[in-house]
């Protein structure tokens, strides 16, 4: 079928549709992962609960937040779901263990059982940013998780410093990376654009926009191997298009072959059928699932098309005209490769015959040409067009632009992460020790960490996203910044502070750590920065911060 340019609306459709379909596969992942670790929290439950609620004991209950979203995701992971419903079921299915985690938190709380610590759904609800949902539905999807989140949180549980901390790092775990959600949508979009674009443009044929060589072979291999029987693949052949281009010249014998390939096209335009221009004045015409006869009939149809355009040849009262070839083959081949050589073979000797025997006519094959027949061979080890391929060095210049494309886009994301760090930390100096009646002692430490240390790092992460000299290295030292404000949490977190009044919790460093993952940095060097500094949040924590109900259900959704 001939492939005309898709509409905006339709290309974005197309996009769309594609963008969510690759999330499919991180959909897998993340339900594996919640599976996993729904399942290790009810098994484990009287490890990780002093004083479990009756509600995690309950089979029923159990039953219930263990298998239905997890039933659900699955649903949204198979490949016969269809995009809009797999979104919104993964969605469901993440309100679902919301909802029903804020529930089990506030009756335990409640009831002075061992709580279930916030971080947990929000980790579940933080899922929604990496499944390759559109932007659009994001937001919306986001706004609601976080307002049930924090209505639930208000309503049922103590309102103190520590929870109202909480829920602004939760905020920002949730909302600064919405900006670079957009980002990575925006940027797949124009990558998928490209690459469709330059497919199309590796496989037309620029003069008579019809596909190329390249496209013919694929077609014709995939109508052998999956298309309907039989194929009938006819060979038309401009007559006398050199006693054309030297006569008129061959800006007139490019404006009849982009005629004549119109003609073309318009003659066969189908859901069965496939046009393509073989090279110079040679065009072909393949009918999947049309009977011989009847695709013989068209073909022919096509060629006395030809001479009715009444094109100049040339040659006195005499209008251009085409020479056809035709072949047809019946039955499944076993290798499609060879039957598509077979079959182009059979029908271009044809087309020499049709030449041969006075031009202007169509001549079918009554028999195929065998397989050992050297024209088959030699069109089997023919190069698939006539570009030839270079051997690149490993990393190539167009990977080169990708990442130093990618390397920029995380720019404007690290400032703005590390502005709202210096304000967040700036706004924390002013008004709480006022707000919370902290010690002289307690405000002397964390004005020191937050003036020499914390403040100081993020300024140092904005001068490197924002000097040009300094981009190359941003990553890293956004990297190498990052760590010293983390450091400078978890110092305040193991001093006196949160003994006296809790103002950084566990969720502020969790939250800066994550943050590494939403500013396009390189994997190489996320990787492993995470697992350092995660691993320094867990050893700080467990050896200087006093122990509380739900730690380890704390640690439990970082590493996911």
Same mark, same amino acid.
């Given at each position: 079928?001939?492939?005309?340019?898709?509409?905006?609306?339709?290309?974005?459709?197309?996009?769309?549709?594609? #963008?969510?379909?690759?999330?499919?596969?991180?959909?897998?992942?993340?339900?594996?992962?919640?599976?996993?670790?729904?399942?290790?929290?009810? @098994?484990?439950?009287?490890?990780?609960?002093?004083?479990?609620?009756?509600?995690?004991?309950?089979?029923?209950?159990?039953?219930?937040?263990?298998?239905?979203?997890?039933?659900?995701?699955?649903?949204?992971?198979?490949?016969?779901?269809?995009?809009?419903?797999?979104?919104?079921?993964?969605?469901?299915?993440?309100?679902?263990?919301?909802?029903?985690?804020?529930?089990?938190?506030?009756?335990?709380?409640?009831?002075?059982?061992?709580?279930?610590?916030?971080?947990?759904?929000?980790?579940?609800?933080?899922?929604?940013?990496?499944?390759?949902?559109?932007?659009?539905?994001?937001?919306?999807?986001?706004?609601?998780? #976080?307002?049930?989140?924090?209505?639930?949180?208000?309503?049922?549980?103590?309102?103190?410093?520590?929870?109202?901390?909480?829920?602004?790092?939760?905020?920002?775990?949730? #909302?600064?990376?919405?900006?670079?959600?957009?980002?990575?949508?925006?940027?797949?979009?124009?990558?998928?654009?490209?690459?469709?674009?330059?497919?199309?443009?590796?496989?037309?044929?620029?003069?008579?926009?019809?596909?190329?060589?390249?496209? #013919?072979?694929?077609?014709?291999?995939?109508?052998?191997?999956?298309?309907?029987?039989?194929?009938?693949?006819? @060979?038309?052949?401009?007559?006398?298009?050199?006693?054309?281009?030297?006569?008129?010249?061959?800006?007139?014998?490019?404006?009849?072959?982009?005629?004549?390939?119109?003609?073309?096209?318009?003659?066969?335009?189908?859901?069965?059928?496939?046009?393509?221009?073989?090279?110079?004045?040679?065009?072909?015409?393949?009918?999947?699932?049309?009977?011989?006869?009847?695709?013989?009939?068209?073909?022919?149809?096509?060629?006395?098309?030809?001479?009715?355009?009444?094109?100049?040849?040339?040659?006195? +009262? /005499?209008?251009?005209?085409?020479?056809?070839?035709?072949?047809?083959?019946?039955?499944?081949?076993?290798?499609?490769?060879?039957?598509?050589?077979?079959?182009?073979?059979?029908? +271009?000797?044809?087309?020499?015959?049709?030449?041969?025997?006075?031009?202007?006519?169509?001549?079918?094959?009554?028999?195929?040409?065998?397989?050992?027949?050297?024209?088959?061979?030699?069109?089997?080890?023919?190069?698939?067009?006539?570009?030839?391929?270079?051997?690149?060095?490993?990393?190539?210049?167009?990977?080169?632009?990708?990442?130093?494309?990618?390397?920029?886009?995380?720019?404007?994301?690290?400032?703005?992460?590390?502005?709202?760090?210096?304000?967040?930390?700036?706004?924390?100096?002013?008004?709480?020790?006022?707000?919370?009646?902290?010690?002289?002692?307690?405000? /002397?430490?964390?004005?020191?960490?937050?003036?020499?240390?914390?403040?100081?790092?993020?300024?140092?992460?904005?001068?490197?996203?924002?000097?040009?000299?300094?981009?190359?290295?941003?990553?890293?030292?956004?990297?190498?910044?990052?760590?010293?404000?983390?450091?400078?949490?978890?110092?305040?977190?193991?001093?006196?502070?949160?003994?006296?009044?809790?103002?950084?919790?566990?969720?502020?460093?969790?939250?800066?750590?994550?943050?590494?993952?939403?500013?396009?940095?390189?994997?190489?060097?996320?990787?492993?920065?995470?697992?350092?500094?995660?691993?320094?949040?867990?050893?700080?924590?467990?050896?200087?911060?006093?122990?509380?109900?739900?730690?380890?259900?704390?640690?439990?959704?970082?590493?996911?």
């Amino acid at each position: 079928m001939i492939r005309r340019p898709a509409s905006r609306s339709h290309e974005s459709a197309l996009f769309h549709a594609d #963008f969510v379909a690759a999330g499919r596969a991180t959909k897998a992942q993340v339900t594996v992962i919640m599976a996993l670790g729904l399942a290790a929290m009810w @098994i484990l439950r009287p490890i990780l609960f002093n004083q479990p609620h009756p509600l995690i004991h309950d089979w029923a209950f159990a039953s219930l937040w263990l298998v239905v979203p997890a039933a659900i995701r699955v649903v949204s992971c198979l490949p016969r779901t269809p995009p809009p419903w797999s979104t919104g079921l993964f969605i469901a299915s993440v309100y679902l263990d919301v909802i029903t985690f804020m529930v089990i938190r506030s009756l335990s709380e409640q009831g002075g059982y061992d709580e279930i610590p916030i971080l947990i759904p929000i980790a579940y609800l933080a899922s929604l940013l990496v499944v390759h949902i559109r932007f659009v539905v994001l937001v919306p999807a986001m706004l609601v998780g #976080f307002a049930t989140l924090a209505i639930i949180e208000a309503m049922t549980i103590p309102i103190t410093s520590a929870s109202v901390i909480d829920i602004g790092a939760a905020g920002a775990i949730f #909302f600064v990376p919405l900006a670079s959600s957009w980002l990575h949508e925006r940027q797949t979009e124009l990558g998928w654009v490209r690459e469709r674009r330059l497919n199309t443009l590796s496989t037309t044929d620029e003069l008579t926009r019809l596909p190329n060589r390249r496209a #013919f072979d694929h077609e014709l291999q995939r109508a052998l191997t999956d298309g309907p029987l039989p194929v009938s693949l006819a @060979i038309l052949d401009v007559d006398r298009f050199k006693v054309l281009n030297d006569a008129l010249g061959h800006a007139a014998g490019d404006r009849t072959l982009a005629a004549i390939g119109r003609s073309i096209a318009d003659s066969v335009d189908g859901p069965s059928t496939f046009t393509a221009r073989l090279s110079g004045e040679e065009f072909v015409v393949v009918w999947s699932g049309d009977g011989p006869e009847a695709a013989r009939a068209q073909a022919d149809r096509v060629r006395g098309d030809v001479a009715s355009l009444q094109l100049p040849s040339g040659r006195f +009262d /005499t209008p251009v005209t085409a020479s056809a070839g035709f072949a047809s083959l019946g039955s499944p081949p076993e290798d499609p490769a060879r039957a598509a050589a077979v079959l182009t073979a059979t029908a +271009d000797a044809a087309l020499y015959r049709a030449k041969h025997d006075g031009r202007n006519r169509l001549v079918a094959a009554a028999t195929l040409i065998p397989d050992s027949d050297p024209t088959v061979d030699a069109r089997l080890q023919r190069p698939v067009d006539e570009v030839s391929v270079e051997v690149e060095d490993p990393l190539g210049e167009h990977d080169r632009a990708f990442l130093a494309d990618f390397d920029r886009s995380g720019l404007v994301a690290r400032r703005v992460i590390m502005a709202g760090i210096a304000l967040i930390v700036v706004a924390v100096a002013a008004v709480a020790p006022g707000l919370l009646a902290l010690p002289d002692t307690t405000v /002397t430490t964390s004005r020191v960490v937050y003036g020499f240390l914390m403040i100081p790092a993020a300024v140092v992460a904005i001068v490197a996203a924002t000097w040009r000299r300094l981009r190359p290295w941003a990553a890293v030292i956004h990297v190498v910044c990052v760590a010293p404000v983390i450091a400078g949490q978890m110092w305040l977190r193991a001093s006196d502070v949160p003994h006296a009044q809790e103002i950084v919790t566990f969720l502020m460093p969790v939250a800066v750590l994550l943050s590494l993952g939403v500013v396009q940095i390189r994997f190489r060097l996320m990787f492993p920065a995470m697992v350092v500094l995660y691993i320094g949040i867990l050893v700080v924590e467990c050896l200087a911060v006093p122990a509380y109900d739900g730690d380890y259900l704390a640690f439990s959704p970082m590493p996911s």
